[in-house]
């Protein structure tokens, strides 16, 4: 199972910093990653984290604004969100992986959280 935490509401340029917590059997030494669904869009992927935490992959709209890290041994993935404008409103899902590195796809994940709401004011 997957828990994400930490959205809220913020001001535009503010920033906020979501957990996903992944139990051992979820977490299986795969990449991680963090996907978003804005109102009346299509879930879109975000950010991605190899297993070890040496490869990283961002959608170009977050690009120099979002960071994704994880901490192996708490089994939780890490997403920093600076810079937010209106258009990072959204429920933000984390996922694992099917393999140590995964892409941008929702095929490349085997297992999703609950989601955690964003909401940017302007």
């Known amino acids: 199972q997957l828990q994400a935490s930490g959205g809220g509401v913020v001001q535009a340029g503010g920033s906020l910093r979501l957990s996903c917590a992944a139990s051992r059997r979820t977490n299986s030494n795969n990449a991680m990653g963090w996907f978003r669904r804005a109102p009346g869009k299509v879930r879109e992927f975000v950010a991605s984290?190899?297993?070890?935490?040496?490869?990283?992959l961002y959608a170009d709209s977050v690009k120099g604004r979002f960071s994704i890290s994880r901490d192996n041994a708490k089994s939780t993935v890490y997403l920093q969100m600076n810079s937010l404008t209106p258009e990072d409103t959204a429920v933000y899902y984390c996922?694992?992986?099917?393999?140590?590195?995964?892409?941008?796809?929702?095929?490349?994940?085997?297992?999703w959280g609950q989601g955690t709401q964003v909401t940017v004011s302007s």
């Open positions: 984290i190899s297993w070890r935490g040496g490869n990283t």
């Open positions: 996922a694992v992986g099917r393999r140590p590195y995964s892409g941008s796809e929702e095929y490349d994940y085997a297992y």
